[in-house]
Structure formats: C-alpha cells, structure tokens
C-alpha cells in the first residue's frame, strides 16, 4: 500500500542497512529533492548525517537564512553554510556565454563542496536527491538525447574519483511522491511546493556577464514578483515564475530629469512537464502592481515588461 508513512517506514530501514553507523554528507541545495533527502537522512540516522549548503551568491532573496534556519535551528540537522559568492563572482567576471557560465558555476560547486567533505573525517557516504526523472534523463543524455540540464546537480554531476558510496534513497520516486514524503516528514507546504530553481541559480537570469549589482536588484525583483503571486493566489497557478535581468538601460523619468536604467522581465509558465510550456496569463492588475512595485522600489530598475513567448520555440529560461 502507497502511504508515505509506509514509504518513509521502508526507506528509513533501507538507508539503515546501507550506511550502518557510518557518516553520510549531503549536498544540501534548499530545493524539493535535497531537502526532502536531509528530513528523511535525519530521521533515519540523526547524528551521523552532515549536510553541506553552498552558499554560491546566485540564490533567491533570503534563501540561505531560510535553509539555515529550516534545517540547522528548527530540525536540528548539522549543517555547514560554505559562503562563497565572491569566489564564484570571480570566476564569473568576464564571462557571458551561458553554457560557459553553467559550467563554471557547476566546477566552483564541486570544488567548494570538495572543500567542505575534505575537512569532514570519515565520511563514506554521499547521499543525493535523485529521483525517478533524473535517472531517466541522465541515461537519455549518455545517448545524447537529453540536453545539459541539471548540469551539476544530482547524477552524474560528481567527479569520478570521488570515493564515496551513493546514498540515493528517492531514486524510484516520481516528484508528486517525494513532495508528500516531505509533507508527511515535517517540511512546510511552502518549500515542498516551491517551483523548481535551476542549479545554476540567478547565473543564468542574468543574461550575459554576471555582477553582483545585478543580481542584489534581481533577487529584490524576483521577491517582490513571487510576493504578489502569492498575495494574488497565483503563485501555485503557476509552474514557474521568476524575475530575469536585462543588462540594458532603458529611459524612464523622474522628475524633471531622465534616467537610464535597467529593465526587468517577468516569466511566469504554466507546464505540465516543463518540455512545453504555455506563458500564463496573469491578471493585467497582478501585472500591473509587480511592475510599479519593482520600478518604485528599486532604484536602478526604469522599466518592466513582461515575457509572453510560449516553448517551443522559446525556452523557459532566459539563457
Ligand atoms: P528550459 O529553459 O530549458 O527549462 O525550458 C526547463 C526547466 O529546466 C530548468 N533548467 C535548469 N535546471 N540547471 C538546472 O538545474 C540548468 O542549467 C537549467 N537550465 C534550465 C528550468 O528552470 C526549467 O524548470
């Protein structure tokens, strides 16, 4: 019988007989999959589990105090923040090619994480947040099927060397599922049903070079955006929704005088499976107070459009 009591009651066990009382590390990224992996690690072998949370300065507005204090105040998990924005900002400098950027990003990940597990004795097991899809998608992509999403999370996006054995306990778990695990383990409505952010984050919602001035006015945007969609009871209408940068200055004026500033689009899809999407049509109200919101309370923003391309041909994602 499908219960997630039944579910968690056998992976509990499962994870138990695998690790034993060896040390598990988790690469903890605030998304559904993750999380849902450290609440059940954390019921099952309590202690013996380290997540690490790298912080790469590409995340939503207050998403790292979120994780922390979800997972290392209220649950008690172990959890060690990396923060590292100004490495990865570095690496960054220059580069405006997105795949170029998704890679560099996916490296700086890995090495960060290195970094972390190398400080950590006697770790054995590395324990991750794939589930049923990814398996798929990663085999599709070994035939060359598949394009390079996820890139550097989840299977395959490990260096081959690397010495640990494979936790893996969602592995045949399709999304729905992994969400009422989460439910039924404790995790809050809200982050259960979060939409999907890309591993490379706010990087690739930045078009072309990425800056941190960019992307401090890009999270205050994308906040004030997924604020009013839940204010407007949209937020779950919607598969995805965020906020994109466009490094282009745009006149708007103030008074007497003109100003050239940035401009911001607004996505928001409605998908099934995230391969199609149909742009969502959001109330011109809903529209219409996100864009006063964003020009008038963030200073370097003069103009807000919002994006009505459909995919095919376009992509959900700006880059
Ligand atoms: P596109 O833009 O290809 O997006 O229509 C489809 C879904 O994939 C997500 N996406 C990514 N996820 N790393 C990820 O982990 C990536 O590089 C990446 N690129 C796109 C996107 O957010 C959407 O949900």
Redesign the pocket.
């Known amino acids: 019988l499908w219960t997630s009591d039944n579910i968690i009651d056998d992976l509990v066990d499962k994870v138990r007989a695998q690790v034993g009382s060896a040390k598990v590390l988790l690469a903890l990224s605030g998304g559904v999959d993750s999380s849902v992996v450290a609440a059940l690690l954390h019921k099952a072998i309590g202690e013996q589990l380290t997540c690490v949370f790298v912080d790469n300065g590409l995340l939503r507005k207050n998403e790292g105090d979120m994780v922390m204090s979800m997972f290392a105040e209220n649950m008690g998990v172990k959890v060690i923040r990396a923060n590292a924005e100004d490495l990865f900002l570095t690496r960054l400098q220059g580069v405006s090619d997105p795949e170029q950027k ?1 890679k560099i990003i996916g490296n700086t990940f890995i090495e960060v994480f290195d970094t972390e597990a190398g400080k950590l004795k006697d770790v054995n097991f590395l324990a991750q947040g794939t589930i049923y899809p990814d398996v798929i998608e990663s085999a599709a992509s070994k035939t060359g099927k598949a ?7 989840n299977v395959g996006g490990l260096p081959e060397d690397m010495k640990f054995e494979l936790v893996e306990p969602l592995r045949e778990l399709f999304k729905d599922e992994v969400r009422k695990l989460g439910l039924a383990l404790g995790l809050p409505y809200d982050m259960v049903y979060r939409h ?5 984050g706010l990087g ?1 919602r930045i078009l072309g070079e990425v800056k941190k001035e960019y992307a401090d006015i890009l999270r205050e945007a994308d906040a004030i955006f997924i604020e009013e969609l839940h204010r407007a009871d949209w937020y779950h209408k919607t598969s ?1 929704s965020f906020a994109v940068f466009l490094p282009v200055k745009s006149v708007g004026v103030v008074g007497d005088g003109r100003r050239y500033e940035w401009v911001i689009s607004l996505r928001a899809v409605e998908t099934v499976d ?2 199609t ?1 149909r742009w969502a049509h959001l109330p011109y109200e809903l529209i219409e107070r996100v864009s006063n919101r964003i020009i008038n309370e963030i200073e370097h923003v003069s103009r807000v459009v919002y994006d009505v391309s459909s ?1 095919p041909p376009a ?3 700006w880059e």
């Open positions: 998704r394009h390079v999403i996820k890139s550097h999370h999907p952010f890309p591993g490379p690739v995805q995230f391969m999407a995919k992509t959900i994602e």
